[in-house]
C-alpha cells in the first residue's frame, strides 16, 4: 500500500486487496484484436500515402492507453476492511478516499457469474445509513469472504471501541482463531493481529 492508513485505537486491519486481475481481461483481449487489425490494414495500406496509416496507429496507441489506465486503476485501488471500517481507495492523480463505518452498514449482497467463481471474484453492494444509501464495488477478491466477516460484525452487536478496550488480549486472541478457522482471516493477517495482542500481553 502506497499511502499511510491511520488506525484507531484498537483497530486491526483485517483485509487490504487490490481489484482482482479478470479487470484485465476485456481491456487485453481488445488490444490483441486491435493489433491484428492495425497490422493487416497497415501492411494492405503500405502502397498508399503515409497519411492513410495514421487511422490504424490511432486505433492501436488507443487500445494500450484504455490497457494502461486499466494498470494505474488496478495499481493505486484498494479495498480495505478493518474491525470498524470499511474503506475505498480509488484515483492516481486524485485520490478518493470513501470511509464506511461497519456500524451503519445494514445490508450485504454478493454476486458472482459462472466464470467469476471461477475466477474467485465479485461484486459487492454494501447499503448503509447516510445520504448516498449504498456503494456497489466490482472485481472483488472472494466476496463471500468479505460478506462473512461484515456479516458477523454486524451479527455481534458490533461493540464500540470504549466496549473493546474492556476486552482482555486473551479474549481477542480467541476471537481471531475462529476468524481464522472460518476462513474469514488468512494464515498472514493471523498471525499479523495475533503478534499485536501478544505485544499487550
Request: aromatic share 8%; hydrophobic share 40%.
Amino acid at each position: 500500500m502506497d499511502w499511510q492508513l491511520q488506525l484507531n485505537d484498537n483497530e486491526d486491519l483485517v483485509i487490504d486487496q487490490t481489484p482482482h486481475w479478470s479487470l484485465f481481461i476485456s481491456s487485453v483481449v481488445q488490444v490483441f484484436v486491435i493489433v491484428i487489425v492495425s497490422i493487416v490494414a497497415i501492411n494492405m495500406l503500405s502502397g498508399l500515402p503515409i497519411w492513410t496509416l495514421v487511422f490504424p496507429v490511432v486505433v492501436l496507441l488507443l487500445g494500450f492507453v484504455k490497457l494502461l489506465s486499466r494498470l494505474a486503476k488496478y495499481r493505486f485501488s484498494h479495498l480495505i476492511i478493518t474491525t470498524e471500517r470499511l474503506i475505498d481507495v480509488q484515483g492516481v492523480f486524485r485520490r478518493r478516499i470513501r470511509e464506511i463505518p461497519i456500524r451503519q452498514i445494514s445490508n450485504l449482497t454478493s454476486s458472482q457469474r459462472f466464470l467469476e467463481r471461477l475466477y474467485r471474484c465479485g461484486s459487492l453492494r454494501v447499503e448503509y445509513s447516510g445520504e448516498i444509501g449504498h456503494d456497489d464495488f466490482s472485481y472483488v477478491r472472494r466476496p463471500d469472504r468479505i460478506v462473512r466477516f461484515l456479516s458477523g460484525r454486524i451479527a455481534s452487536g458490533f461493540q464500540p471501541a470504549s466496549d473493546l478496550t474492556r476486552r482482555s488480549p486473551l479474549d481477542e486472541l480467541v476471537k481471531l482463531e475462529e476468524l481464522r478457522n472460518r476462513g474469514t482471516l488468512t494464515e498472514q493477517e493471523y498471525d499479523r493481529a495475533k503478534s499485536r495482542l501478544l505485544d499487550q500481553l
